[in-house]
């Protein structure tokens, strides 16, 4: 069993015709998710890639019975587009979409509050059951299914721990990127409570970069939480310059908070095993598991 998907989950895309999300729903189509439409304002009543256009999230999910929706909407759009989908009760959204100003991804965390909405993103790389389900823009050719669930802000460095976790024989039960934006629904904290709850996830990866203090809190959750499924982690950024934002809009160490060095220094005090660099992740979580 997967943690945020299930057998019966299915997909709507908003922003459904444009060029990105036809190239990744084409692909998750072939993977074997249930995509059931799209959503664009204005074009309700045609067809996409074999399946129906609705103007509206309400409309889409009357007709179709979607559970989950992907976002491809541009940020000027896409909070606009995640609240039409938590006023539509759709219980998860991935939003792939980068760089969303942040107030108005303050907008919506408000309308999160009290919702039946789950949101993974925005920029997110998505979220991935290996060989059952795929939402997002994950590349799906490395993933196995297996025991050691993920939880990562980088989306490359995503790709690069499921292979790693694929060639120690480990696999993924689930992989859920929960994005590089400062401001995000779905944290650490979150995926490691359904992970820790999940019969199916034996060990966990967690991987970090510099910027925020989700790492911290993650830290401090485990800490007080003592599980027992091994957990390892990885954090990105450790040799990056001070004030400088590298790569996402919510990675950048400001006057020596949010750096690498902290983030490890609390994940090791919970009893987290660090991988001391990108290359040996997969290693860690081996050693990490002793044999899971």
Same mark, same amino acid.
């Given at each position: 069993?997967?943690?945020?998907?299930?057998?019966?989950?299915?997909?709507?895309?908003?922003?459904?015709?444009?060029?990105?999300?036809?190239?990744?729903?084409?692909?998750?189509?072939?993977?074997?998710?249930? =995509?059931?439409?799209?959503?664009?304002?204005?074009?309700?009543?045609?067809?996409?890639?074999?399946?129906?256009?609705?103007?509206?999230?309400?409309?889409?999910? !009357?007709?179709?019975?979607?559970? #989950? /929706?992907?976002?491809?909407?541009?940020?000027?759009?896409?909070?606009?587009?995640?609240?039409? #989908?938590? *006023?539509? !009760?759709?219980?998860?959204?991935?939003?792939?979409?980068?760089?969303?100003?942040?107030? @108005?991804? =303050?907008?919506?965390?408000?309308?999160? *509050?009290? #919702?039946?909405?789950?949101?993974?993103?925005?920029?997110?790389?998505?979220?991935?059951?290996?060989?059952?389900?795929?939402?997002?823009?994950?590349?799906?050719?490395?993933?196995?299914?297996?025991?050691?669930?993920? =939880?990562?802000? /980088?989306?490359?460095?995503?790709?690069?721990?499921?292979?790693?976790?694929? #060639?120690?024989?480990?696999?993924? /039960?689930?992989?859920?990127?929960?994005?590089? @934006?400062?401001?995000?629904?779905?944290?650490?904290? @979150?995926?490691?409570?359904?992970?820790?709850?999940?019969?199916?996830?034996?060990?966990?990866?967690?991987?970090?970069?510099?910027?925020?203090?989700? !790492?911290?809190?993650?830290?401090?959750?485990?800490?007080?939480?003592?599980?027992?499924?091994?957990?390892?982690?990885?954090?990105?950024?450790?040799?990056?310059?001070? !004030?400088?934002?590298?790569?996402?809009?919510?990675?950048?160490?400001?006057?020596?908070?949010?750096?690498?060095?902290?983030?490890?220094?609390?994940?090791? /005090?919970?009893?987290?095993?660090?991988?001391?660099?990108?290359? *040996?992740?997969?290693?860690?979580?081996?050693?990490?598991?002793?044999?899971?």
């Amino acid at each position: 069993m997967a943690i945020l998907l299930e057998a019966d989950t299915r997909v709507i895309c908003q922003g459904f015709t444009g060029k990105q999300a036809s190239y990744h729903m084409e692909r998750a189509i072939a993977y074997g998710t249930q =995509v059931v439409g799209g959503v664009v304002p204005g074009k309700g009543g045609s067809k996409h890639l074999g399946l129906p256009v609705f103007d509206t999230v309400a409309e889409a999910v !009357e007709a179709t019975g979607a559970n #989950a /929706s992907a976002v491809f909407v541009p940020p000027v759009s896409a909070p606009e587009a995640m609240i039409e #989908a938590i *006023e539509a !009760e759709l219980p998860l959204l991935v939003c792939v979409t980068e760089r969303i100003p942040v107030l @108005d991804m =303050v907008r919506v965390k408000r309308r999160l *509050e009290g #919702a039946r909405t789950r949101l993974v993103g925005p920029n997110s790389q998505g979220v991935l059951w290996p060989g059952r389900c795929k939402i997002g823009v994950m590349p799906a050719h490395r993933e196995q299914p297996g025991k050691i669930g993920i =939880v990562s802000r /980088s989306a490359s460095l995503t790709s690069e721990v499921i292979e790693q976790t694929t #060639a120690a024989r480990l696999g993924q /039960s689930t992989s859920v990127g929960i994005g590089g @934006d400062p401001v995000y629904g779905i944290s650490f904290i @979150d995926c490691l409570q359904l992970f820790l709850a999940d019969p199916e996830t034996e060990g966990i990866l967690l991987i970090g970069e510099i910027g925020g203090t989700a !790492e911290e809190e993650a830290a401090a959750f485990i800490k007080q939480e003592k599980p027992r499924k091994p957990i390892a982690a990885y954090v990105a950024g450790l040799h990056a310059p001070t !004030e400088r934002r590298m790569g996402h809009a919510g990675t950048v160490n400001v006057f020596g908070a949010g750096g690498a060095a902290e983030k490890i220094e609390a994940l090791r /005090s919970a009893g987290v095993h660090v991988a001391p660099s990108a290359a *040996e992740i997969g290693a860690t979580m081996r050693r990490a598991s002793r044999g899971v």
